[in-house]
């Protein structure tokens, strides 16, 4: 939404599975951010990247790993080693020179069957 | 921003009422509020925002009031319609134009609107 697409919307992992969530934006942001969502729960970072090819761990980072190849894209990989996966993803973007507010995608939610 | 990890707090109103939300911050250098608006399954969507410089902003049915010597932020929405039901949210930001560390988010409050 916005300039920001998530996919997919649903995703199913098994237990000791990667899964990795993409996040595209033509918004032409500098700055890209995951949060994660847990049920009538607020949103927690985990991480973000104000540049190409440099991001920096957020609050929840432990188990998740990104890449920011390019501006338009910030994948999200969940790995094995992130205990308790299943939750609502959401990729926000902003250009954070003019500080303005973020734009966030429509979420993947992921579920660990 | 208020610490994440806890239930949503509720507020039911009577539709056509006035609704007010309230969001207490914490870092006294944030310079640029912003409020969401977040329906089941879907990302949070802006509502509005307001710059430290300012106690008041309105908007289309919505006020953002701020007041800085308590932190404290509230958003009231006019005439509560139905589709006014969601989670709201307050973000924050830190002061010096950047805020690439990215947003911080109070908890939320989930908005009932009774026919």
């Known amino acids: 939404d916005g300039g920001i697409t998530q996919s997919p919307k649903y995703l199913f992992r098994k237990e000791g599975q990667n899964v990795t969530l993409s996040c595209e934006q033509n918004l032409n942001h500098d700055a890209m951010y995951w949060y994660r969502q847990d049920p009538g729960q607020g949103l927690r970072l985990i991480y973000y990247?104000?540049?190409?090819?440099?991001?920096q761990k957020g609050d929840i980072a432990e188990g998740y790993s990104v890449s920011r190849e390019k501006k338009e894209s910030f994948p999200l990989t969940v790995t094995s080693a992130q205990k308790n996966p299943t939750a609502f993803y959401l990729c926000?973007?902003?250009?954070?020179?003019?500080?303005?507010?973020?734009?966030f995608g429509q979420g993947t939610r992921l579920t660990v069957v | 921003g208020e610490s994440v990890g806890l239930h949503l707090p509720t507020l039911s109103v009577q539709e056509g009422d006035n609704s007010i939300i309230n969001c207490a911050y914490s870092n006294s250098a944030s310079d640029y509020f912003i409020w969401y608006k977040q329906e089941s399954g879907k990302g949070p969507q802006f509502i509005i925002d307001i710059r430290s410089n300012m106690d008041k902003r309105q908007g289309q049915r919505v006020t953002v009031l701020l007041n800085k010597t308590v932190k404290h932020l509230s958003l009231q929405i006019a005439a509560t319609q139905p589709g006014d039901s969601a989670v709201y949210f307050c973000?924050?930001?830190?002061?010096?134009?950047?805020?690439?560390?990215?947003?911080?988010f109070g908890k939320g409050t989930h908005l009932i609107i009774q026919p």
């Open positions: 926000a973007t902003r250009s954070w020179a003019q500080n303005t507010e973020a734009f």
């Open positions: 990247s104000q540049i190409v090819n440099d991001f």
């Open positions: 973000a924050e930001t830190p002061g010096g134009g950047g805020g690439a560390d990215g947003l911080t």
